[in-house]
């Protein structure tokens, strides 16, 4: 598997599992600290899949989502939150951003894999 995915998250050690887990699929990584770090990345060359956690300073992962999936070059990119929030309402108001998937942290690896294979196969 090909392609290019950006992942999002404060934490380095979230970030370091996260990228190891999808090199093992054959995905080129690239990483950012926040929201705002992101979005300048996406301005520069567009990912085939965005990994986003929730909880980041500056702006949340909800309005992030929701920016991107109401952009007209950026509606189209599958995007993963992760949180450590994980109720029904987190769920529910994430795919209300627009989320194709949703996954509690700690991360499910074999979770990770699946549904970045199943948001991927179109690419």
Same mark, same amino acid.
């Given at each position: ?9 404060? @934490? ?17 990584? @690239?990483?950012?600290?926040? !929201? ?8 520069? !060359?567009?990912?085939?899949?965005? #990994?986003?956690?929730? #909880?980041?300073?500056?702006? @949340? ?21 992760? @949180? ?13 951003? !627009? ?13 990770? #894999?699946?549904? #970045? ?7």
């Amino acid at each position: 598997m090909m392609g290019n995915a950006l992942i999002v998250d404060d @934490s380095a050690t979230e970030r370091a599992i996260l990228a190891s887990c999808l090199k093992e699929l054959g995905i080129n990584v @690239s990483l950012a600290k926040s !929201g705002e770090e992101a979005l300048e990345k996406i301005a520069i !060359g567009l990912p085939d899949l965005i #990994v986003l956690d929730i #909880v980041l300073p500056g702006r @949340s992962g909800f309005e992030i989502c929701r920016e991107l999936k109401g952009a007209e070059n950026t509606h189209n990119i599958p995007i993963i939150l992760c @949180s450590t929030k994980d109720t029904d309402m987190d769920k529910f108001w994430g795919k209300k951003q !627009g989320a194709d998937a949703y996954l509690p942290k700690p991360i499910n690896q074999e979770e990770l #894999v699946e549904k #970045v294979k199943q948001l991927m196969k179109s690419i």
